[in-house]
């Protein structure tokens, strides 16, 4: 069985680039639904239709063990898919998310208030105010929706995404901890740090591999079940001169493919 990894557009090739740099000999398939982006502005209905299409596509790819790399599908979607359709359709996959990793992360240290910067979708849900919360009850924690970014890296523009950096950075100057709370904000984090540097800006390309890497250690029962070939397949369900130009960035040296429709 192979690892999938979902998300919303091309922002989890961050993260798909972590994981194969941590974990390189296991097989992996990366899956964006470049056809529905931006999840961050659709209803809570539509991000768990396409959510659970996409896993049922990598489920069908052979994956045994699916990382939802987009917060805002993880934000509406991951427990419905653990609890509920998982379970009755495909009880032997594990399917992850990458909030719970990301609020250990940020509470690793002493930090007094968190800033979360992320999708409308995922501010609007509070997941990240709520996880937070179980663990540091008192932690002050600051959510700010930044619907425009998205769509400015999908297009490759990031001229212009870098330009809004200050204005959204201006918001967590009073920070401890900022996280990047959407996959494709890594592609941005130097300039985050550059506008807040007294502020530890938490990227989730920076924790995933390590984080998956101790999942398996944990969990032999699922590790034994992978394949290891080192093969890499990165697909997404429409593509344009503007993705290939933003996957360049990341994977110069492997396609990325459109599923046939």
Same mark, same amino acid.
């Given at each position: 069985?192979?690892?999938?990894?979902?998300?919303?557009?091309?922002?989890?090739? #961050?993260?798909?680039?972590?994981?194969?740099?941590?974990?390189?000999?296991?097989?992996?398939?990366?899956?964006?639904?470049?056809?529905?982006?931006?999840?961050?502005?659709?209803?809570?209905?539509?991000?768990?239709?396409?959510?659970?299409?996409?896993?049922?596509?990598?489920?069908?790819?052979? +994956?045994?063990?699916?990382?939802?790399?987009?917060?805002?599908?993880?934000?509406?979607?991951?427990?419905?898919?653990?609890?509920?359709?998982?379970?009755?359709?495909?009880?032997?996959?594990k399917?992850?998310?990458?909030?719970?990793?990301? #609020?250990?992360?940020?509470?690793?240290?002493s930090?007094?208030?968190?800033?979360?910067?992320?999708?409308?979708?995922?501010?609007?849900?509070?997941?990240?105010?709520?996880?937070?919360?179980?663990?540091?009850?008192?932690?002050?924690?600051?959510?700010?929706?930044?619907?425009?970014?998205v769509?400015?890296?999908e297009?490759?523009?990031?001229?212009?995404?870098?330009?809004?950096?200050?204005?959204?950075?201006?918001r967590?100057?009073?920070?401890?901890?900022?996280?990047?709370? +959407?996959?494709?904000?890594?592609?941005?984090?130097?300039?985050?740090?550059?506008?807040?540097?007294?502020?530890?800006v938490?990227?989730?390309?920076?924790?995933?591999?390590?984080?998956?890497?101790?999942?398996?250690?944990?969990?032999?029962?699922?590790?034994?079940?992978?394949?290891?070939?080192?093969?890499?397949e990165?697909?997404?369900?429409?593509?344009?001169?503007?993705?290939?130009? #933003?996957?360049?960035?990341?994977?110069?040296?492997?396609p990325?493919?459109?599923?046939?429709?």
């Amino acid at each position: 069985m192979k690892i999938g990894v979902f998300d919303s557009g091309l922002g989890g090739l #961050v993260i798909t680039k972590a994981l194969i740099k941590q974990l390189p000999e296991y097989d992996y398939i990366y899956y964006g639904d470049t056809r529905h982006l931006p999840y961050g502005d659709k209803t809570s209905g539509q991000i768990l239709s396409y959510t659970i299409e996409a896993v049922k596509f990598l489920i069908g790819r052979k +994956c045994g063990l699916i990382i939802i790399a987009c917060n805002t599908a993880t934000s509406i979607a991951l427990r419905y898919l653990q609890q509920r359709f998982i379970p009755s359709f495909a009880p032997d996959v594990k399917v992850l998310g990458v909030v719970i990793p990301t #609020v250990e992360e940020a509470l690793e240290d002493s930090a007094a208030n968190v800033g979360v910067l992320a999708t409308n979708a995922t501010v609007k849900s509070h997941i990240y105010e709520q996880e937070l919360h179980k663990i540091r009850p008192q932690l002050e924690v600051l959510e700010v929706a930044a619907p425009q970014l998205v769509p400015l890296i999908e297009a490759n523009d990031f001229a212009a995404a870098d330009k809004l950096v200050p204005e959204f950075a201006a918001r967590f100057k009073d920070m401890d901890s900022l996280i990047l709370g +959407c996959t494709h904000y890594p592609l941005l984090k130097a300039r985050f740090r550059e506008a807040l540097p007294q502020v530890r800006v938490i990227s989730q390309d920076e924790l995933m591999g390590a984080k998956l890497a101790d999942y398996l250690r944990r969990h032999i029962e699922i590790d034994i079940t992978l394949s290891r070939n080192g093969q890499y397949e990165f697909l997404v369900s429409d593509w344009n001169t503007h993705y290939q130009k #933003v996957a360049a960035r990341l994977f110069p040296d492997i396609p990325v493919r459109e599923v046939e429709k």
